[in-house]
């Protein structure tokens, strides 16, 4: 076997082995299928909008009876999350924020309700194809275009 044989099966096997790597890395993540929407501003500000659509409408604000609190889980946290209460429905909506200094992103992750087993339903996974547009348009309106119209 010349170096040529020899070389070609080492290289294959570099290529696979780096492209599984760098696979694993650009994964979606925790929130895969989360329904994101991206915000020419802040993070920062961003979360500061999310919050004064919250305090300005108290049908959002979650009950004391629920322990579900807004922010980061600690400090390594990449995601600052919002609880979201819909009182029509008695649902929580799950959401989160992360970003930059110029453009952040929000994203809808999921619905709770005590009828779902004891457990988080995420969006578009979860839902079937009519629920999963239903619960986007609410999140629009309920919290993404008042944000929007803060921001702007």
């Given at each position: 076997?010349n ?5 070609l ?5 570099l290529?696979i ?12 993540g ?13 993070e ?24 579900l ?30 970003g ?23 969006i578009?996974?979860d ?12 999140f ?10 803060i921001?702007?």
């Open positions: 076997m170096n040529k044989n020899k070389i099966p080492l290289v294959i096997g290529s082995c780096l492209l599984t790597f760098k696979a694993c890395n650009l994964a979606p925790s929130y895969p299928n989360a329904e994101r929407y991206e915000i020419e501003t802040s920062e500000a961003l979360i500061e909008a999310v919050h004064a659509v919250k305090s300005s409408n108290s049908e959002l604000t979650i009950p004391n009876n629920i322990p609190i807004d922010g980061r889980k600690d400090s390594l946290d990449h995601w600052y999350h919002f609880y979201i209460y819909n009182r029509e429905r008695n649902q929580v909506m799950k959401a989160w924020v992360r930059g200094k110029s453009k952040s992103k929000i994203a809808f992750v999921g619905v709770y309700d005590s009828s779902f087993e004891k457990r988080w339903k995420y578009n996974q839902f079937d194809r009519e629920s999963n547009k239903e619960y986007k348009k609410l629009e309106e309920k919290i993404l275009n008042p944000v929007k119209k921001i702007e």
